[in-house]
């Protein structure tokens, strides 16, 4: 895996002081990180995404230590969370603490936190607060995922290069990202009588969840008026490549392509049954039958097939299984987007 050397993280540290942005690697997908505490900083990663202001960003921090400095009226629940599952991909929304600017909340009393498990993100909060940690020493990074609002998060550094350009100062690079799809979120903000809700699957499942706090976590409604985007990842269609993107049980792939072909129109396909026949397709790829390594290869592929010049992106349906949920979760989300 590359590693930044202390020149780059010494970089990062004294342009994240300026108020301006660094994308950096997180074990599930690339950050685009500003000074969390500065409302300047923040406007720039809304910017730089062209991402509506009201959602909400997560803040990255250095270890829980750091929780009470962001979040108050904390449950027992987050502290047996944090203690399980920090550093690593999930991200606890809580009651935000006085002071945390409205700005990283997306206007809401609420506030979203992870310590994330990947080295290079971890060497790079920690160089952050012993710097001073920022406007009034909190210590976060805020880092929504480094891509263009609605699109598909990075997995690699040149991921963001393409995607962002310019509008990025400084890209640390880490490799690809080994968890490969965005943390889960859960709301435990509602306090420790209420179970807690699940935002969204990640790789941490509701399971895991279950057995460290005793309750199984709520899922949240699918909400796709207006008013909902304070949960960008709960919009019905996000996560999604440019391409139009649909899902197809293997057993009506064949016939589906043969179709597709007769009409004139270029199709690729992604499947990951290793006894599935390729078919005749423009663009054809293959990711590993089980969901950690299909989670991993998932946002590199589309991005490729993206790029393939097809009409249509045809992916093999699931399994329905809990292991593959969070993954069906972001499939049935880019066959939803609107192009
Ligand atoms: O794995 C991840 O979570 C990555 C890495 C970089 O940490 N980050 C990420 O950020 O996916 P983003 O902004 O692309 O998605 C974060 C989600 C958004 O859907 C946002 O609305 C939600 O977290 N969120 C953040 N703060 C929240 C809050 N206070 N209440 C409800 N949802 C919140
Ligand atoms: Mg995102």
């Excluded at 490729?304 to 992106?313: K, S």
């Amino acid at each position: 895996m590359p590693v930044a050397d202390a020149d780059e993280i010494g970089l990062a540290v004294a342009l994240l002081q300026a108020g301006e942005l660094v994308a950096f690697p997180t074990e599930t997908v690339y950050g685009l990180g500003a000074d969390a505490a500065n409302p300047l900083a923040v406007a720039r990663i809304f910017a730089a995404k062209g991402r509506p202001a009201n959602h909400p960003l997560i803040v990255h921090l250095p270890g829980d230590a750091y929780l009470e400095r962001w979040a108050r009226e904390i449950p027992d629940c987050a502290w047996e969370l944090s203690e399980a599952f920090w550093p690593g991909p999930l991200t606890l929304i809580l009651r935000r603490a006085p002071g945390v600017p409205t700005a990283v909340t997306g206007g809401q009393q609420t506030v979203g936190l992870r310590v994330p498990a990947h080295p290079l993100a971890l060497t790079l909060l920690r160089a952050w607060a012993e710097a001073g940690g920022g406007v009034g020493g909190r210590s976060g990074i805020a880092a929504p995922s480094a891509n263009r609002f609605g699109r598909i998060s990075p997995t690699e550094a040149t991921h963001v290069r393409q995607e962002l350009g310019e509008r990025v100062g400084l890209v640390l690079d880490g490799g690809r990202c080994p968890v490969g799809i965005e943390s889960t979120i859960l709301d435990l903000s509602r306090g420790d009588d209420q179970p807690p809700r699940l935002l969204r699957p990640g790789r941490i499942s509701a399971a895991q969840i279950a057995l460290v706090t005793g309750l199984w976590p709520e899922p949240a409604g699918r909400e796709t008026g207006d008013d909902a985007p304070r949960v960008p990842g709960s919009l019905a269609a996000h996560y999604a490549p440019a391409t139009p993107l649909r899902i197809v049980p293997a057993e009506r792939l064949g016939e589906v392509v043969e179709r597709l072909r007769g009409g004139g129109r270029r199709c690729a396909l992604l499947c990951h049954s290793a006894s599935l026949p390729a078919g005749d397709v423009t663009a054809l790829s293959r990711l590993p039958d089980e969901p950690w390594g299909y989670a991993r290869g998932l946002y590199a592929t589309l991005r490729e097939l993206d790029e393939a010049g097809v009409d249509l992106i045809l992916v093999e349906e699931l399994p329905t299984t809990a292991a593959w949920a969070a993954i069906a979760d972001r499939l049935a989300r880019a066959a939803c987007a609107p192009r």
